[in-house]
């Protein structure tokens, strides 16, 4: 499966983003996604998950409560909403498909997008 991920820009702290996840090649109702991010220096890390028929979504302590992951397997499409973004969210975020259970673990995901910046300004 080929992901594209788009949506990413410059925003202001306290303000919000939608990321989108384009899927193309096989089916992406049968894969899980995963939302992971990358700052300058640091690890990639886990953000949010959802399986494959999105009754199931985990979140990183950090995100909870303010991003929230969602698909539309009609559309061959999963977002990630980011509402009062911070600073410290600045980052390449990347989709990943895999299997039909998304976990938090980067090595476990198969299939990944180019990713799309975000930066947050304070």
């Known amino acids: 499966v080929h992901l594209v991920e788009s949506g990413g820009g410059l925003v202001q702290a306290g303000g919000s983003l939608r990321l989108s996840c384009a899927a193309s090649?096989?089916?992406?109702?049968?894969?899980?996604m995963g939302w992971f991010r990358q700052a300058p220096g640091k690890e990639r890390e886990f953000v949010a998950g959802i399986n494959w028929s999105g009754r199931s979504t985990e979140y990183a302590d950090s995100v909870k409560g303010r991003f929230t992951i969602s698909r539309d397997n009609a559309k061959n499409a999963g977002y990630l909403q980011m509402n009062s973004l911070k600073p410290e969210d600045t980052a390449a975020y990347y989709c990943?498909?895999?299997?039909?259970?998304?976990?938090?673990?980067?090595?476990?995901?198969?299939?990944w997008g180019q990713g799309t910046q975000v930066t947050v300004s304070s």
């Open positions: 990943a498909a895999r299997g039909i259970v998304a976990v938090t673990a980067s090595n476990e995901y198969p299939y």
């Open positions: 090649g096989r089916a992406f109702s049968n894969y899980a």
